[in-house]
């Protein structure tokens, strides 16, 4: 659809969810610095207007090593200070942590327990220590970076939280459009780690914490619990 003034535009609606809780809100914070710009919103209706990207190319179709040069240049313009009315990366770790191991055991534990056990370490020792306080995408993944005019990469999608940066690659790590093996997961995580500046413990444990949180999906389980064991034995 094109708006008023001639912008490309497109309308979202969705259904209420508590990650994508506050969409609106990151996207006027990110004022199209590196994201898709909101053009209007109606928070009753849960739909928002934003900018469309054309010719809305995926990231992931680029391969890996271009895809991380993007990366690289993108999180920190959108690692803005930030806080209410965003969800907090602490509050989220706590959300995870109090049913991961109930959950696992529903599932029938689909993996081992020693990255249960990683996961809940993390998840439940790294948000008493955190730094700054950031705006965090925390599914920026390979698909949810689009080719655009206005600039040549925009991110979409928020699920927005406010937490350390440590916490913002690990998306981006366990990206399987990026490729998914055990040499392209390590050297993502040690690019991104070293090109960007970040304490590499506490960024391993985000990315095992979050990454098992999410692993009960069918499409990913096996590539979120490879992810997360890769990780662990790269120590």
Not at 99 to 126: K, M, N, Q, V
């Amino acid at each position: 659809m094109t708006t008023a003034q001639g912008e490309q535009a497109v309308l979202k609606v969705q259904q209420p969810d508590r990650e994508s809780e506050h969409e609106a809100a990151a996207l006027e914070l990110w004022d199209g610095d590196g994201a898709i710009r909101l053009l209007d919103s109606e928070p009753e209706e849960h739909a928002l207007l934003v900018e469309r990207c054309v010719p809305g190319t995926p990231l992931s179709s680029v391969g890996g090593e271009a895809a991380l040069d993007v990366f690289v240049d993108l999180l920190p313009r959108l690692w803005k200070p930030a806080g209410a009315p965003f969800g907090t990366l602490a509050a989220e770790a706590v959300w995870w942590s109090a049913s991961l191991a109930e959950t696992w055991e529903r599932f029938g534990r689909p993996f081992e327990r020693r990255l249960l056990d990683a996961a809940l370490e993390a998840l439940i020792e790294l948000p008493r220590t955190q730094g700054e306080q950031v705006l965090l995408h925390q599914d920026l993944h390979g698909d949810n970076v689009l080719a655009a005019r206005r600039e040549p990469w925009l991110a979409i999608d928020p699920k927005p939280l406010v937490g350390e940066r440590e916490f913002g690659i690990a998306p981006i790590v366990r990206s399987r459009e990026l490729d998914h093996s055990r040499r392209e997961v390590l050297d993502r995580f040690d690019r991104l780690v070293s090109e960007l500046g970040l304490d590499r413990e506490r960024a391993r444990g985000w990315t095992i914490g979050q990454t098992i949180a999410w692993a009960f999906d069918g499409e990913t389980r096996q590539t979120h619990a490879e992810t997360a064991r890769w990780l662990l034995e790269a120590r």
